[in-house]
């Protein structure tokens, strides 16, 4: 056996290449675990909105016409097999007031012991509420009206003349994310619910919890055939179906950022040890002229590599955990989560880095081992620059081009939805690697095309940097590799990133034409359950001079063809230009269809239920179903794009619609500072939401700085860890040429010409990567824009970012020449006489 | 006292010249108090045994190492004086070197490796290449013009080694054992070319060899012992070489 004496004089002697290769497995592990853990955080954040969203709740059963109902109607639903439990509720908005301040919100007449089965919540002071006359207020609604555990409320409702007084007996917070998007205020007993609600002894909805793994159609089926006629069963889980969109988009960019992690920290960590083996091939080669076996040396090297994984896993893991809140907020801050989540230690991410680390590092010196021990000694130490193989670049063309072909068959099924969506990242994947293998055959005619300018500039630097890259051409692929890995993938999640905030923003601007919004609540994920506005507000709105128009907006949960979605409904014919972004059909024709009775589908809706303008489907809200005809489809990100836009005054000539939720208000032009701030005065005093054009805008070019100021952080830090690659190169460069960069500073070469030979070569190296991956970049946003479900539903075209590619190619240039600095400095550094007599 | 206005002829000239190493915070003495002058197109033969200091006495004479101490002029011009830029571009257009082991550049062929310094100057392809045939062909290597070294033998890659540093007509020559790894035939050759480059250029030739057969080509034999300069002339006599040698082989 080897003495560990050898290894350890190894490191000793060379502290920085012993740093750079632990930096190397560490930033590789800490990518892996940062990813891991911030996906898993994200991930679980997704499940609690989902499961929120969702509830407990598999469906309910209501009237059609939305009116409150005897629970004695649907008394047997409970017998039905399957059922776990049905919870009678009263639902009604109403008004809140605490002395001279007034809140609105939905009122929820409910049995609290009943209602923890479907809802999470806590009672943060006080006690729940036992018997008439007693409500628990929800807490932010009881800090906005200033009201603690003994005061007292009056409630009011529509069609209620009179103040109803209640106490407040508790303040309840409801838990989960989703929870938070509830809008109930105010909690009571089923009694006072119906009461306030004009319907005593009545409910509105009586909620379904289903026995696990029941089949809900079923259930509901069996449930419809013992209902009255007027009671319908709606499924509960429009919701959490109208989040999945969102999800799915979110699952793209942590899968992708996953894989861009795993590659990269693959080929860094592969390049590190190719080099640090080939640095020592003239060791190796000595300890087998006396006397080591090949075996020896071949597990003196594993050790070594053992020991500098172990070390550089567990400092990875540790920059991992520490870097993984950052990768979290940004993932979150790019999905437009609300708030700061902590990342938990995840085991998994753990176990993955603890496994990572290793494996990677032993796969990893297997090759370079292998090499080294192949090698006649003799041959090794007579060569200044190591044993040479070919590439088998036959091989690695035909390889290549068989796995484009897998790629491209691959996207073309799941665009087809052949294939399970999940195929789209093996396809990016597939696509990664064929490049990879087909990148070997451009180095030589790359450098010499790339070269032959410098050539003019700088005659023999530019031809021996051109030679030498040559010389050493497994190294000049590998370092290429690794930047063009990093650099396709940061290049693509860039583009694909631009295209979907630029999508929304202009999507934004094209639908938002009112100069101010007005809404009585915060709307929900898939807009249902927004309280309405107060019936007072129309006519006083009516009577501010400069206000031009006011479009009623309602959100109604409506299901077409089976599928739920929300009905947006809006007064079209007040807008010159029709404020629908659309993608299929003629403005024009879908204005005047839209009049006629005809719907605008969502994207995403239209994808799900392949609906194309022309087409009829059957829609239904409430248990009132109707044919409709499509006018056309549009980009919708409300709702997930599982969206239904129809003009105000036929949808309410088919279905019961909602009253309005949402005024949005036009202005003259001169008079819109004045009514803004007549509207805010108004929304201060009734506790409604008062939103301009220009503070939504504000907000959303806020969001998209942030996310793109993230994403070029994120993008840097890449580019940053694959410089360490070009280090690597050219420092084995300046350290296996030292005895010829001695001759070349003997014959006459001065430090400057040395330094600007490693220049080049950095600027050769980082264009030989850069080109091709801006092409390769480019094409997977292209795929991933066409392909991934989620992404290609919102109807979101590809689009070239010459800007982004231009800065991201500028600094990657920047930064492969600042990582040829240090080489080169030392390069020029370098003192003749020593440099020659090197050996 | 040297005067610092030397003769016209003079190419080299050293006074007190000393160099001394740290290795391992101990000093060590290469040479010490050399004085002499080189003129143009002599060639002077340098021996002694090894760690007598006389590659070190070589180096610095090429401004490849500077003196501890003492003074050393190239054509009047005091090294010294001169930066790291002004003494590589001295190197590149009045000094050859000619090393042991050739010393050339392995990714370049033959033509590629002579023409070098002269590209280095700026010079473009175009003129660089007859000026390296003409060298070539007087080194007779010019049949063998794409040849990458690692396709000569040994005696050849020499040859292109003294036409890569004749190629910029240098007023001096510096080989350090320069036929120390060839056999007698060639090495003799190398020696040979060495001598005509002094007396048919009239270039000045500095070289360093353990060889007798060398130094007898020479005009003038500098024997170094312990760092000190202990024989300057050139024997003429059985005698006098043995005197010189003698000395040596004493030691």
Wanted: charged share 20%; glycine share 8%; with cysteine.
């Amino acid at each position: 056996m080897i003495p560990w004496r050898f290894s350890w004089n190894n490191v000793r002697q060379r502290p920085l290449r012993t740093l750079l290769t632990i930096l190397s497995i560490a930033g590789g592990v800490a990518a892996v675990v940062a990813v891991l853990q911030s996906a898993a955080a994200t991930r679980g954040q997704l499940d609690s909105l989902h499961q929120t969203l969702a509830s407990r709740v598999a469906m309910e059963v209501v009237t059609d016409d939305t009116s409150a109902f005897s629970l004695e109607d649907a008394a047997n639903v409970t017998d039905q097999p399957g059922v776990h439990s049905a919870i009678p509720v009263f639902r009604v908005f109403a008004k809140i007031l605490a002395g001279s301040e007034e809140a609105r919100g939905l009122a929820i007449g409910v049995d609290l012991e009943q209602y923890r089965e479907i809802r999470d919540f806590e009672i943060v002071s006080g006690r729940p509420y036992l018997a008439t006359g007693e409500v628990c207020l929800e807490a932010s609604v009881a800090e906005r009206l200033n009201v603690t555990v003994g005061d007292e409320v009056r409630l009011g409702a529509r069609g209620v003349p009179w103040l109803l007084p209640k106490k407040v007996v508790g303040i309840l917070k409801p838990l989960g994310i989703g929870a938070v998007e509830e809008t109930a205020s105010v909690f009571m007993t089923l009694a006072d619910g119906a009461i306030l609600g004009k319907a005593p002894r009545k409910i509105t909805s009586l909620q379904i919890v289903l026995e696990s793994e029941t089949e809900p159609d079923r259930v509901a089926a069996q449930i419809r055939t013992r209902l009255p006629q007027n009671l319908i069963v709606v499924k509960a889980a429009s919701a959490a179906e109208m989040a999945r969109p969102t999800e799915e988009i979110i699952n793209v960019g942590l899968n992708v950022a996953a894989l861009l992690s795993v590659i990269s920290a693959i080929f860094i960590v592969v390049n590190t040890f190719q080099i640090s083996v080939a640095e020592r091939q003239r060791q190796l080669a000595l300890l087998r002229i006396v006397g080591a076996t090949t075996e020896q040396v071949r597990k003196s090297m594993y050790r070594e590599a053992f020991v500098f994984g172990a070390v550089g896993t567990l400092l990875g893991i540790i920059m991992g955990i520490a870097g993984s809140s950052f990768v979290a907020q940004g993932v979150q801050d790019i999905f437009g989560f609300v708030g700061t989540v902590k990342v938990a230690i995840q085991p998994r991410a753990i176990l993955a880095g603890l496994v990572f680390g290793p494996v990677i590092t032993l796969l990893s010196v297997w090759q370079p081992a292998r090499q080294a021990c192949a090698a006649a000694p003799l041959a090794v130490l007579k060569s200044t620059s190591g044993p040479r193989r070919g590439f088998p670049f036959r091989r690695s063309i035909q390889t290549s081009i068989a796995l484009l072909a897998l790629a491209i068959l691959m996207f073309t099924c799941n665009w087809l939805d052949i294939f399970p969506k999940w195929t789209s990242i093996l396809g990016v994947t597939l696509v990664q690697i064929a490049c990879l293998l087909f990148l070997p055959s451009l180095i030589k005619p790359g450098t010499t095309l790339l070269f032959a300018p410098l050539r003019r500039i700088s005659t023999i630097e530019a031809r021996l940097g051109q030679q030498q890259l040559l010389d050493n051409f497994g190294r000049t692929s590998l370092t290429v590799a690794v930047l063009f890995v990093v650099s396709s993938i940061s290049i693509s999640i860039g583009n694909t990133t631009l295209i979907l905030a630029n999508d929304v923003t202009s999507w934004l601007d094209r639908t938002l034409s009112s100069d101010f919004l007005l809404r009585a609540s915060s709307p929900r994920v898939d807009m249902s359950e927004t309280d309405i506005l107060p019936d007072t507000l129309e006519p006083r709105l009516a009577a501010i001079p400069g206000i031009t128009f006011i479009d009623r907006i309602s959100f109604t949960v409506a299901s077409v063809d089976g599928v739920a979605a929300t009905l947006l409904v809006r007064q079209l014919e007040g807008y010159e230009s029709l404020p629908i972004d659309l993608l299929d059909g003629d403005p024009d024709e879908v204005r005047e269809k839209l009049m006629a009775g005809e719907i605008v589908l969502g994207s995403v809706l239209a994808h799900r239920i392949q609906g194309k303008p022309g087409d009829v489907f059957r829609m239904e809200i409430s248990g009132i179903s109707h044919e409709v005809r499509v006018a056309g489809v549009a980009k919708e990100y409300t709702a997930g794009g599982l969206m239904i836009i129809m003009n105000s005054e036929s949808a309410q000539q088919l279905f019961p619609i909602q009253p309005p939720q949402v005024y949005g208000i036009r202005t003259v032009r001169s008079a819109t500072a004045e009514v803004g701030e007549e509207l805010r005065s108004i929304a201060r005093n009734q506790g409604l939401i008062f939103q301009s054009l220009a503070d939504l805008r504000e907000l959303v070019q806020r969001l998209v700085l942030g996310l793109t100021n993230r994403l070029w952080m994120i993008l840097i830090l890449a580019l940053v860890i694959a410089a360490f690659a070009i280090v690597n190169t050219l420092t084995m460069n300046v350290l296996e040429q030292t005895r010829h960069l001695g001759v070349l500073r003997v014959v006459g070469m001065s430090r400057f010409q040395v330094f600007r030979m490693f220049l080049l070569q950095a600027l050769v190296l980082g264009l030989l990567s850069m080109i091709p991956a801006v092409i390769v970049g480019v094409l997977m946003a292209f795929l991933i824009t066409a392909s991934f479900r989620g992404v290609s539903e919102q109807g979101v075209t590809f689009t070239l970012y010459p800007t982004f590619l231009s800065y991201y190619v500028a600094c990657g240039i920047i930064l492969s020449l600042s990582a040829a600095a240090l080489p080169a400095i030392r390069a020029g550094r370098l003192k003749p006489l020593e440099a020659i007599h090197e050996e | 006292m040297i005067s610092s206005n030397p003769p016209q002829n003079i190419v080299i000239r050293t006074a007190n010249l000393s160099k001394v190493f740290v290795r391992e915070g101990v000093e060590v003495q290469a040479f010490d108090d050399v004085t002499l002058e080189i003129p143009h197109g002599q060639m002077l033969a340098i021996m002694g045994p090894s760690g007598s200091g006389k590659s070190t006495l070589l180096h610095v004479i090429g401004g490849i190492e500077p003196a501890s101490a003492g003074e050393i002029w190239f054509d009047g011009r005091q090294l010294s004086t001169l930066n790291d830029l002004e003494l590589t571009l001295l190197r590149r257009r009045r000094i050859g070197f000619v090393f042991q082991s050739f010393n050339l550049v392995p990714t370049l062929d033959v033509i590629d490796n002579v023409t070098l310094p002269l590209i280095l100057d700026g010079i473009p392809q175009r003129d660089a290449v007859p000026r390296a045939l003409e060298c070539l062909t007087r080194v007779e290597m010019s049949h063998r013009l794409q040849h990458l070294p690692s396709q000569l033998s040994g005696g050849e890659q020499q040859r292109v080694a003294i036409a890569r540093a004749l190629v910029i007509n240098p007023a001096l020559v510096l080989a350090d054992e320069p036929t120390g790894n060839l056999d007698s035939a060639k090495g003799r050759d190398i020696t040979h070319l060495l001598r005509d480059v002094a007396h048919e250029d009239h270039q000045t030739v500095v070289v360093v060899t353990h060889d007798i057969r060398v130094a007898s080509q020479a005009d003038r034999l500098i024997v170094l012992l312990d760092g000190h300069m202990c024989f300057d002339g050139k024997p003429s006599t059985d005698a006098e070489w043995m005197a010189a040698l003698r000395l040596e082989i004493d030691t």
